[in-house]
């Protein structure tokens, strides 16, 4: 077994354990965005990349799932203090607020982004 193989492997284990652990994850994407894209313009108007909601939806999730991941490590960092965990946790909390754009994208209330005000 080479290497990136391993890494997926262990990559897709660890995933499913958070989502077991958090009941289980069917992130469904809205309706309505189904087969929609999203189109990137210059300073011209001029249409520069058209994306597919799709891979962008894909993307946001995958980084929703390495956020979780990020917070699980630094949780049981024994490395680090409490000051430090809520420090750098505060980071990863700004992060999912930022992400808090795509919310939009995500048919279920319970799969949208929080951020600090919540």
Avoid: W
């Avoid at 929609?36 to 108007?45: A, I």
């Avoid at 929703?64 to 946790?89: F, M, T, W, Y």
């Amino acid at each position: 077994m080479d290497e990136s193989t391993l890494y997926e492997l262990v990559h897709d284990a660890v995933l499913a354990a958070i989502e077991t652990r958090e009941g289980g994850q069917d992130i469904r994407m809205a309706k309505r965005m189904v087969g929609g894209r999203v189109l990137f313009e210059d300073d011209q108007g001029r249409e520069a990349k058209a994306v597919p909601v799709e891979a962008i939806f894909k993307k946001v999730t995958s980084i929703r799932d390495k956020l979780r991941v990020l917070e699980q490590k630094i949780n049981s960092h024994p490395g680090l203090d409490l000051s430090d965990k809520a420090e750098i946790q505060g980071y990863v909390t700004r992060c999912y607020g930022s992400l808090t754009t795509f919310n939009f994208l995500f048919e279920d209330e319970k799969d949208k982004f929080t951020g600090t005000s919540s």
